[in-house]
Nanobody, 122 residues
């Protein structure tokens, strides 16, 4: 079983910054994609940013130029640096990893973090 522990959420004023972290642990062969999603009240969960094992990144248009995703493969950790935060960034942020559980596996398994609240005040 794979466990994800998120940290770094909180309350910040508009224009401020926060850094989210998500560390994965447990029995696994390899983590493929790692990413961050968010869900605001009354809205669907949406992809914020993702990073592949080779380091290629993908961002939602709404966060491009403000957020940066990165990963440390040695620590099985993914980060989300959020700058120039806006009130519309307020949401619960969820870490997601796609894991190959054993050598020879071809289908990754999705795991989700417990979520961390990010609140941006105007």
């Amino acid at each position: 079983q794979v466990q994800l522990v998120e940290s770094g959420g909180g309350l910040v004023q508009a224009g401020g910054s926060l850094r989210l972290s998500c560390a994965a642990s447990g029995r696994m062969f390899r983590i493929n994609d790692m990413g961050w999603y968010r869900q605001a009240p009354g809205k669907q969960r949406e992809l914020v940013a993702a990073v592949t094992i080779s380091g290629s990144t993908n961002y939602a248009d709404s966060v491009k130029g403000r957020f940066t995703i990165s990963r440390d493969n040695g620590k099985n950790t993914v980060y989300l640096q959020m700058n120039s935060l806006k009130p519309e960034d307020t949401a619960v942020y969820y870490c997601n990893v796609k894991v190959l559980l054993r050598i020879g596996a071809t289908l990754p398994v999705d795991y989700w973090g417990q979520g961390t609240q990010v609140t941006v005040s105007s």
